[in-house]
């Protein structure tokens, strides 16, 4: 494998969460008065972070969310996480066979902190990343659209994560399952690569390369750079 870093996007692609988070997206902003069916939902706010949900109803309606909208919205998806959330079938043997090879990695989401920390506890991904700063040969760490000024479709995030890790754009895989997150890594300069489990191909342009089950992305992976 000659990418030197792989960077991975969280929800959709480490842990099923696209379903629960959208499910109760959808029935919070249809609660507060702006219906939102869950096909919705994921068209317009799967892979960003929660300021698009404020910027969009904003732009079409002229009314602001309330004030305690992400803590409420937090605290549901949450306590669905604890109750249901399971890793996406495959991703842990994908990780393992990179750190066995010594492949450097990291997490990219657009998600918060917190929100990926309850994710990795309740699914026992918290063994393969951690929070913090990046280190001199450390491949495992977690980086958010909080660490940054602009979320996906943005690049931002990505070239935080390559710089914090050392590694030029060029030399870099993304793993993405959403269309602003395709769009993101391509900005960046980088490779990406779809996973279709839940959007087909056809919503994901542009990607480097895709696939339906994690079993495949090794493969993927091990193209050549240019």
Known sequence: MRYELVIFDNDGVLVDSER????????????????TSYEDSLRDFMGAAVHRVHDLVQARTGQRLPEDFDEVLHSRVFAAFERELTPVEGV?????????????????????????????????????????????????????????????????????????????????????????GVQAARAAGMDVYAFTAMTPAGKLPGATGYFAAMAELPGLLGRSVA
């Open 20 to 35: 629960l988070s959208n499910t109760i997206l959808a029935g919070y902003l249809t609660e507060l008065g702006h219906p």
């Open 92 to 180: 842990v043997a994908v990780i393992e066979k990179l750190a066995a090879d010594g492949v450097p990695y990291c997490l990219a989401s657009s998600g918060s902190h917190e929100r990926i920390r309850v994710g990795h506890r309740k699914t026992g991904l918290d063994r393969w990343f951690r929070h913090g700063e990046a280190e001199s040969g450390a491949g495992n760490v977690v980086f958010s659209a909080e660490d940054v000024g602009r979320g996906k479709p943005a690049p931002d995030l990505f070239l935080y994560a390559a710089e914090r890790m050392g590694v030029a754009p060029g030399r870099c895989a993304v793993v993405e399952d959403s269309a602003l």
